[in-house]
């Protein structure tokens, strides 16, 4: 089978503030398919490492926008905020049966809208695997200088 890509036009420039709302919910859900996905391979592979004992680093993409699973990462030790949180939400479900969730931050820097992802744990505490993995130190900027002021929690 040829490699699936979904293209439903999100977060193109526009007023419309319903478009906005139908891009935000078709992340949300997309984000919940890619845990639902991870959850399903820890189930099959218990051997798997825990997320933080895998030797995956946090890697910014270039030019694209790929969503990688667990079987992924561990084969290029390389992955983005979104790929970690959904992994780390994933182990956090399946393996101590904690209800957590992917949380979406955003902010607009001269038009362009910036999202990341994270965990959101059961006891409110906001957990980010991809500063924990080393986002910005391996780009040089200190942790501190990025805010994102937009929560997304659907």
Wanted: hydrophobic fraction near 35%; charge should be positive.
């Amino acid at each position: 089978m040829l490699p699936i890509v979904f293209q439903l036009g999100l977060f193109e420039q526009t007023s419309d503030p319903r478009e906005r709302k139908y891009s935000h919910k078709c992340l949300h859900w997309m984000l919940e398919c890619l845990v639902n996905c991870n959850r399903l391979y820890l189930r099959l592979h218990p051997e798997t490492p825990d997320l933080y004992k895998s030797g995956v680093v946090y890697t910014r993409e270039r030019g694209t926008e790929d969503w990688s699973g667990i079987k992924i990462g561990l084969r290029t030790k390389r992955m983005d905020c979104e790929d970690l949180a959904s992994w780390r939400v994933a182990e956090l479900r399946e393996r101590t049966g904690e209800w957590a969730k992917p949380l979406t931050k955003f902010r607009n820097v001269d038009g362009f809208w910036h999202y990341h992802i994270m965990v959101k744990r059961e006891n409110g505490t906001i957990e980010d695997p991809s500063k924990i993995l080393g986002m910005n130190r391996a780009e040089g900027k200190p942790i501190s200088t990025i805010r994102m002021i937009h929560t997304l929690d659907i």
